[in-house]
């Protein structure tokens, strides 16, 4: 230790400066100089050797720092010699290791790895040593003995040192947490994959441009069936083979709807399976939302349910066969009483609210127990089969025909305008049994009673209309059975007439039983005879003498008018033609014809009346057709194009019963009509009723104004004659001059009145 080391810098400092100036000021002798210049130089040693000491220490410091730093800096740093051996390491790299550092100096760095890593180390230190830059490589720690495996990144330069020697510098990054964390993002996906792929339905996640981001095998296999690559697929190209998005009410896209409406949704498409036919899928659609709610796609999932759409069907069939079973007659197929309860009610409601009729028949049929029990069951079971099998073949669909059980049937007949309509089935219906039913070679000859009911005459419900109806069957059994019986004896009797009249009139022209009836039509002021009306008669064998009244409606019911019409109009052409030829008349009268409605409808009805004019060679003038204004009125278009036909063939056309419809005066100015005929009911209390004589004034005053004819009708009385003679009405008809009367009559009333 030098005498100056206990002193301080400054004072250092101080002596150094006094020492200079003592050199430069006392100088007097060599020795003084020199101790002087000694003394300095040992200050300024004393000085640089302060400052050394300091450099040292600081660079000490710095040594330290950078120790601390490079052992725990969080990379671990290794320095290896080109054998691999490790030459100094810092503490993370030693933790890394999981061992102290002082063990691991000077051993190989691959005793540190896991097994397995050698190979990949030696071709990574190659691979540096061969190259002048950075060189990577993931590698594999042994797995520490708490069971730890670490994961490193080697980022590894050779750099050589003083002597020349090569070593390689290798920095360590932990990657341990970033591989578990990437680890575990992969076996999460691969859990989730392994759970759609788990699922047997086709699973595809689908981007808004339809592109497929994801699927599942079932999915996958369907695409692969289709030669689509999965990885660059749309959605309908794998579920539709098409290549643009579904649309349209068959195929709606389900991604639409999810952007439209932001919730999962379900369609039903035929989509194609992966066995490559066409399927029926149900497709569930759910929407993928963003982090910020935004929909970036979505999920279907698509389930085949055609077995179950079939099932259903099959379902919905059984359940139809089940309710059908439970409704219906086993043995017939026909409703049961209680369907039947059901139709009546309900038709009961109909017509309570349509203020319409109804009627219930109740069939029985006669002896059948005879049939059972000298044949067997099973013969009797053929029998009603076959008897339900008629009845049905009369029935309308909107008709109800029941087996309430037995031999007993029902039926349920709606929109029957009239009472005698239900005797009119009920006959039809006894008629079925004409003919015999042949069971196993026999020949079975059956008839059966019926009693019928009307709503609302014999009862508003179910049980009083099928009671009453039950009632009058019996009637009909005690009546002698085959046959049919009101409920109450009345409607009985008339029906019974109609239903005689209604079955006979189909033989009324075959046997020549119609006859026309010829009414003169009279100029009212010179009482001359100006032109005649046919007037049609059915001599009836039991009946006698019939008005049209009673026959003509029956005949409009079946298809008897068409041949009754077209027998009336030659006959009544063929007279007019033989009384004008042998002057009897005169060849400018006319003969009046009526016309039905349902002759009026008929297409052929212009081609008819040219054959029968041709036919008799009566000229079409000569012939008048009166159709009544209610027919006249039914359908405007038709009506008239068919009257102008008519016009145009010469004949003319009277508006009957005229003032009972509804006719408007434009109406009937368009209409080609050349006469109206005042109804007769306008006429028989003239003068009495005021209303009627002004009625009648004005359709006079009409006609002569439209420049029609006009004929009155019904004049009985002298005062009617002359009111109409007064009101400008020229022709009329009525018992006043002759009633109708057969056509031998009608030529003596012509030779009286020329007499007379
Ligand atoms: N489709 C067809 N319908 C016809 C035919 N013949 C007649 N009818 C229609 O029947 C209705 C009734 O006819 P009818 O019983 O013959 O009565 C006619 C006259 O007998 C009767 N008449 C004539 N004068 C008088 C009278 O002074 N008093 C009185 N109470 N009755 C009288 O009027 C009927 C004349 O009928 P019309 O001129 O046709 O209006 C009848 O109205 C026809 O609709 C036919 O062949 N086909």
């Known amino acids: 230790m030098s005498r100056y080391s206990n002193l301080s810098h400054s004072e250092l400092e101080r002596m150094l400066s006094e020492s200079e100036r003592l050199l430069r000021a006392d100088t007097d002798t ?39 730093l490079y052992d725990f800096a969080p990379v671990g740093y290794l ?9 100094n390491l810092n503490i993370s790299a030693a933790a890394m290791f999981g061992a102290e550092r002082s063990r691991i100096v000077g051993r190989p760095l691959s005793t540190q790895l896991a097994p397995g890593m050698g190979r990949l180390l030696f071709d990574h230190l190659r691979h540096a040593f061969s190259s ?9 720690l042994k797995t520490t003995s708490d069971g730890i495996t670490r994961y490193v990144r080697a980022d590894t330069i050779v750099h050589a040192d003083l002597e020349s020697q090569a070593h390689c510098l ?14 575990a993002v992969i076996d999460e ?24 981001l994801r699927m599942n095998e079932a999915a996958k296999r369907i695409a692969t069936m289709q030669k689509i690559d999965p990885e660059h697929a749309c959605c309908y190209q794998i579920s539709h083979q098409v290549d643009r998005p579904c649309d349209g009410d068959d195929y ?34 759910s929407p993928l939302f963003d982090d910020d709610g935004e929909i970036m796609g979505v999920i279907e999932s698509s389930h085949d349910i055609t077995e179950h759409l079939e099932l259903l069907d099959e379902l919905k069939e059984r359940q139809l066969s089940y309710a059908h079973l439970a409704q219906h007659d086993a043995l017939t197929g026909l409703p049961n009483r209680l369907l039947f309860a059901d139709r009546l009610s309900q038709a009961i409601h109909v017509a309570h609210r349509n203020k319409s009729m109804l009627a219930v028949l109740f069939i029985d049929l006669d002896r059948f127990k005879e049939v059972n029990d000298s044949f067997n069951h099973a013969t009797g079971d053929a029998v009603l089969k076959e008897v339900a099998e008629r009845f049905q073949s ?41 003919k015999p039913f042949t069971i196993q070679n026999h020949k079975l000859y059956l008839t059966a009673s019926i009693g019928i009911s009307l709503y609302p005459d014999h009862g508003d419900s179910v049980d009083e209309l099928v009671r009453n109806a039950d009632t009058a069957m019996y009637r009909a059994k005690e009546e002698g059975r085959n046959t049919f019986q009101y409920y109450t004896l009345e409607l009985t009797a008339r029906a019974f007439e109609r239903v005689f009249l209604a079955s006979s009139l189909h033989n009324a022209i075959s046997q020549n039983e119609l006859i026309l009836h010829y009414q003169p039509q009279i100029e009212l002021i010179t009482k001359e005879i100006c032109g005649v009306e046919a007037l049609v008669r059915w001599q009836n064998r039991d009946l006698g003498l019939l008005t049209p009244d009673k026959f003509i409606p029956l ?70 057709l009166e159709i009544t204004e209610t027919t006249m009125m039914r359908s405007t278009s038709v009506t008239s194009e068919t009257l102008r036909k008519l016009r145009k063939l010469g004949v003319k056309v009277a508006v009957d019963d005229f003032g009972t419809g509804y006719s408007s005066l434009n109406y009937l100015k368009q209409l080609p009509i050349t006469r109206l005929k005042i109804d007769k009911t306008f006429i028989s209390d003239i003068p009495d009723d005021l209303n009627d004589v002004a009625i009648s004034k004005a359709i006079i005053a009409m006609a002569n104004n439209l420049l029609l004819d006009v004929l009155a009708e019904g004049i009985e009385t002298g005062e009617q004659h002359q009111f109409l003679i007064q009101q400008g009405c020229r022709v009329g008809q009525g018992y006043l001059f002759a009633r109708p009367m057969p056509s031998d009559q009608f030529e003596s009333f012509i030779e009286q009145t020329r007499q007379g």
């Open 132 to 140: 002048d830059q950075k060189v990577t490589a993931d590698l594999a």
């Open 170 to 183: 290798m920095n360590l990054i932990d990657t341990t947490e970033r591989r578990r964390a990437e680890q």
């Open 189 to 212: 996906r691969t859990f989730l994959q392994h759970v759609i792929d788990g699922v047997e339905n086709p699973i595809m996640v689908i981007s808004l441009d339809f592109k497929v």
């Open 79 to 87: 320095t290896l010699d080109k054998n691999g051996i490790i030459n």
């Open 555 to 624: 005949a409009e019911e079946s298809e008897v008018i068409d041949e009754m019409g077209a027998w009336i109009m030659k006959e009544a052409c063929q007279q007019m033609k033989a009384w004008q030829d042998s002057g009897i008349l005169r060849s400018d009268m006319t003969i009046s014809v009526n016309l039905s409605g349902k002759q009026f409808d008929h297409n052929n009805l212009l081609e008819e009346i040219e054959q029968t004019l041709t036919a008799t060679g009566l000229s079409p003038d000569c012939l008048e």
């Open 30 to 68: 060599d020795t003084d100089y020199l101790l002087h210049n000694l003394q300095l130089h040992k200050i300024e040693l004393e000085i640089q050797n302060r400052d050394l000491m300091e450099s040292q220490k600081e660079l000490e410091n710095i040594r330290d720092q950078y120790a601390e």
């Open 394 to 434: 009369l029935f309308r669909e909107d008709d109800t025909i029941a087996r309430m059980g037995g031999d007993e049937f029902t039926v349920i007949l709606t929109h029957i305008k009239k009472d005698s309509n239900a005797a009119l089935v009920a006959k039809k219906l006894l008629n079925l049994f004409k």
């Open 252 to 285: 709606p896209c389900p991604l639409k709807i999810v952007l439209q409406t932001r919730l999962p949704t379900k369609v039903t498409h035929n989509h194609i399976s992966e066995f490559g036919t066409q399927r029926k899928y149900e497709v569930s659609v």
